[in-house]
């Protein structure tokens, strides 16, 4: 995945906050303990930030670190192995890549699911507000919407409307996944 989409992502994040909580550069980055140069960075979409940093940004303005990082959500969702933001450590061997935030007052029910190629499992609408994330974990699958599915191989997530008609159909043996069902 190109960096530039993501990172002005964060740069947008962190200016909209900085701005919310009235602070200057100058101001969170000496609260933050980092250079006002590498916010300067970070707020222009040049830099590249570290795991580390954003979460000190994030505990000055008091918001989850999600805020900083999930870019503006649309329904369907994927992001394919490889290609989130991956976050590197400054301290260790150690990324992190956030596929999605909880929303306030949510609640997730964490499943495993395994299937074989056949029959598509299609699954009615559940409860309004209902929202389905998927983490390939073997084979493939074709998941989703009734009508906007898509296809999905090992490490790829994907986030959908769990609301509305959806399936799930495995197109190799042996597909597995982690299934979040997130409820408002």
């Given at each position: 995945m190109e960096r530039t989409a993501p990172l002005a992502a964060i740069a947008a994040a962190l200016r909209r906050e900085?701005?919310?909580?009235g602070l200057s550069l100058t101001e969170l980055a000496r609260r933050a303990g980092i250079a006002k140069s590498t916010l300067s960075q970070l707020e222009s979409g040049t830099g590249n930030p570290s795991v580390e940093t954003l979460w000190a940004i994030?505990?000055?303005?008091?918001?989850?670190f999600s805020r900083l990082v999930d870019p503006v959500e649309s329904p369907v969702r994927v992001i394919r192995a490889g290609e989130g933001l991956a976050l590197p450590s400054e301290h260790?061997?150690?990324?992190?890549?956030l596929l999605a935030a909880c929303?306030?007052?949510?609640?997730?029910?964490?499943?495993?699911?395994?299937?074989?190629?056949?029959?598509?499992r299609e699954a009615h609408a559940h409860i309004r507000g209902t929202t389905e994330h998927l983490l390939?974990?073997?084979?493939?699958?074709?998941?989703?919407?009734?009508?906007?599915?898509?296809?999905?191989g090992v490490g790829d997530y994907a986030r959908f409307p769990g609301d509305r008609p959806h399936l799930y159909q495995a197109l190799v043996?042996?597909?597995?996944?982690?299934?979040v069902m997130e409820y408002v």
């Open positions: 900085r701005e919310r909580m994030a505990v000055v303005l008091d918001v989850p260790a061997p150690f990324t992190g890549t929303p306030p007052g949510a609640r997730r029910d964490l499943h495993v699911i395994t299937a074989e190629p056949g029959a598509a390939v974990t073997a084979g493939r699958w074709r998941a989703g919407p009734t009508g906007g599915e898509v296809e999905l043996p042996g597909s597995g996944a982690v299934l």
